[in-house]
Structure formats: structure tokens, C-alpha cells
Nanobody
Framework: QVQPVESGGGLVQAGGSLRLSCAAS????????MGWFRQAPGKEREFIAA????????NVADSVKARFTISRDNAKNTVYLQMNSLKPEDTAVYYC??????????????WGQGTQVTVSS
């Protein structure tokens, strides 16, 4: 079992960058594919990116592929989401999640509480 905890959100101007972190408790972090999602007010939760257990494979949504990068450090039990060239439409609560399945899965079993990202115009 793993419990994700997100950090790094905040207020940033359009065009700026943020790096989100997700620290996951548990000794089996490297056994899980990790993913990032976001949910804007009034909208459904949206998949952003996922990274395989070893970090060798990623799956990134087309809508952010040119601007966002997912990475992980298994020695630190942490997954990151580097967000560049942020736009006001990136404003959302960002969630980290874990799954024992592959990066293409839509099933995630463990979720963090989320971190707010607000991009001002």
C-alpha cells in the first residue's frame, strides 16, 4: 500500500513554471505506476501523465505533452510534475495517484489530497 502526498502548488503568472512533488509513504513505492491528474472547478477530473515503476516509460496527455514532464526518484519515493509555460486554463487541483497497473491504465487505487495550482493571466 502507498499513500501519496502532493506539494508544490501555488499561484504563478501565465508563462511561468511550477514543479509539483508527490511523496509516497510505504516501502513499495517502486512497485507502483504513478500518475498525475487535475480537476478544475465544474469540470471532470482529467488525466495528465503517468510514469512506470522504473521510470523508463511515460504516458502524457496530448493537451500538456509539450509543456509538462513527469519524472520519479525511487530512492526518494517521490514523483514530480514539471509544468512549464503555464496557462490560466491549467488552473486546477492537481492530484497524485498510484496504481499497480501499467502507464496506460485508467484504474488508480491510491490518491493524494491534491494541491491547488492557480495561474493568473
Amino acid at each position: 500500500q502507498v499513500q501519496p502526498v502532493e506539494s508544490g502548488g501555488g499561484l504563478v503568472q501565465a508563462g511561468g513554471s511550477l514543479r509539483l512533488s508527490c511523496a509516497a509513504s510505504g516501502r513499495t513505492f517502486s512497485s507502483y505506476t504513478m500518475g498525475w491528474f487535475r480537476q478544475a472547478p465544474g469540470k471532470e477530473r482529467e488525466f495528465i501523465a503517468a510514469i512506470s515503476r522504473s521510470g523508463s516509460s511515460t504516458n502524457v496527455a496530448d493537451s500538456v505533452k509539450a509543456r509538462f514532464t513527469i519524472s520519479r526518484d525511487n530512492a526518494k519515493n517521490t514523483v514530480y510534475l514539471q509544468m512549464n509555460s503555464l496557462k490560466p486554463e491549467d488552473t486546477a487541483v492537481y492530484y497524485c495517484a498510484a496504481t499497480p497497473w501499467a502507464v496506460t491504465t485508467t484504474r488508480y487505487d491510491y490518491w493524494g489530497q491534491g494541491t491547488q495550482v492557480t495561474v493568473s493571466s
